[in-house]
Structures are given as C-alpha cells and as structure tokens.
C-alpha cells in the first residue's frame, strides 16, 4: 500500500457568484478535475446537469449555471472528479438554498464537505446521483450545512461548538471518516480498500468515494475495523479522530432549545412541506 497522506488535498474554491457564474481557485491533489453542477429536488425525479468544466493548472474553474436561478425547493450539488486513471476518488458539496446568491458566492469541495454531503444526503444518493424531491432533500441539505460549511470546507458552528464538539462522539466520528478519504486522495490503494469495505454485505461496490460515503452511512455497522485502520492512516495530528474502532459510524448531532420556543411538548405532527406541529399537553381540571 502507497504511503499514507497527511493533509487534506488542496479544496476547490469559489470565490464568486453573479448571474449564474461561479469562479473558483483551488490547488487540487489531481493535475485537473472535471466539476459538474447538478440540480435536485424539485419535480425532476433525476438530477438535472446545470453545468460542467475543467479546473486550470491552478485549479480554478468557472461554471456558466444552465439554471441561473434554482428552484425554491431544489437543492444544487458539485461532484469534482479528478481526471486520469485516479478516477474513483470523487469529492462533493451541496448548497441548501441556492436560490439565495449570498449562497452560492463560494463553494468549497473537499474531504469535509464530501462527507458531510454523503452523510446527511444518503438516503436519496444511489448511482444516478442525489434523486429525491422537496422537502426531503432540502432539509437534508441543510443537515449537511450543520457538519460542514460549504463556503469555506471548515468545520460548521453546530458540531463545533455544545452540545456538540467535545460533548459527544459525533466530531471525533465525523473527523476519522474524514481521515478515510483523506487517505484515498492520492493514494490508489487506500481508494481501493476503502470502496472494498464500504460495500454492503452481498451488495455492489460503491463506484466513488462520494457514493462509499452515503453507503457506509446507510450501513454504519458493516466493516467497522476496516474503516477505522483507514481512518487512521490519513488521519490528521490536529484533528484526532476515535481513539478505537466504534460500534457503528454514525453521527449524531445534539441541538439545544431556547427555553421558550419548545416547553414540554406532547404529541408531534410533521406535514407534507416539512413543517412541524408539537401540542403542549395542559393539566386537566381539578
């Protein structure tokens, strides 16, 4: 096996966004990547192409949205696939609201967001790419936001910060899956293995790490130690990951209430668009 990475490939940055034009620079591991814009979410049951281009020497890259304003209840996805025979190690991010310009301003895709976006998209990931429809992969796409923020492929404030970060297993979780495909960019092998263990039991091989991710999501107790060895090959010195080998790779976000706007609920009601009703249960009358 080719020796171990330990930093995370060099991001894919957008700087830029006006009237469906998104600029970028980025220093990638690959001499060039192939990023592909895709649309999801509204009545469309297959994601729509919005765009595609390669990245320069230096990794910059500028996207002409076919779409220039995204529906209000799709979602919009980059996939960055490096170019030569180092295919499989595929790197993403998703945009919750990309009707919202302030939004699409800048993108990063790196290990952060890919797993951030193979988690929290799962469900509606499978080889055609993310299929679903609104609300699901809406508020899908805003739990991604929650692990990672896309603008800057940095740790996001809700698992970086109580009742989160140091508070449960779920960053720790969060940052050795991170050091898996860390160790898989760049390394042929590491990829290999890693899309080996992330197989379902008696199921296909994930054809990319953006798809191993969302599988190891749907089935977090299959291949555990395999996965942890990997983890720890790319893991980073200032971002330790689990001391051992979980139970299962999930991640768990905690959210803490205001005190107000949610006291003692009793029965909840979740409707078609997504919202939800709670009802506060009364003492009766003595």
Not at 123 to 151: C, E, H, K, W, Y
Not at 225 to 251: C, E, H, K, R
Request: hydrophobic share 40%; net charge negative; glycine share 10%.
């Amino acid at each position: 096996m080719g020796s171990a990475r330990r930093h995370l490939s060099r991001p894919v940055i957008g700087r830029h966004f006006e009237r469906g034009r998104r600029a970028a620079r980025a220093e990638p591991q690959a001499d060039s990547w192939r990023v592909t814009a895709y649309e999801s979410g509204d009545d469309e049951r297959q994601p729509t192409k919005v765009g595609s281009t390669e990245t320069t020497d230096g990794g910059a890259f500028t996207i002409s949205l076919e779409s220039a304003e995204p529906a209000d209840d799709a979602v919009v996805y980059f996939v960055a696939a490096p170019n030569g025979p180092a295919q499989r190690g595929v790197l993403a991010a998703v945009v919750a609201d990309p009707s919202t310009p302030e939004n699409l301003a800048g993108l990063i895709v790196n290990e952060r967001t890919t797993v951030a976006t193979s988690f929290a998209m799962a469900q509606f990931v499978s080889t055609d790419g993310i299929v679903g429809t609104a609300p699901g992969v809406v508020n899908s796409a805003a739990m991604a936001g929650n692990l990672v923020d896309p603008r800057t492929g940095e740790l996001a404030e809700v698992i970086s910060s109580s009742p989160n970060v140091s508070e449960s297993s779920t960053l720790p979780a969060f940052q050795s899956l991170v050091g898996m495909l860390s160790a898989c960019v760049g390394d042929d092998d590491a990829c290999a293995a890693l899309l080996d263990a992330a197989a379902p039991a008696g199921g296909e091989e994930p054809v990319d790490t953006f798809r191993a991710f969302a599988d190891i999501a749907k089935h977090p107790a299959n291949a555990v130690v395999p996965l942890f060895d990997l983890a720890q090959q790319g893991a980073l010195p200032s971002q330790p990951g689990l001391a051992a080998a979980p139970d299962a790779w999930t991640l768990a976000l905690r959210f803490d209430g205001d005190g107000q706007s949610l006291d003692d609920p009793g029965n909840f009601a979740i409707d078609k668009a997504g919202s939800s009703s709670a009802v506060r249960p009364t003492a009766a009358a003595g």
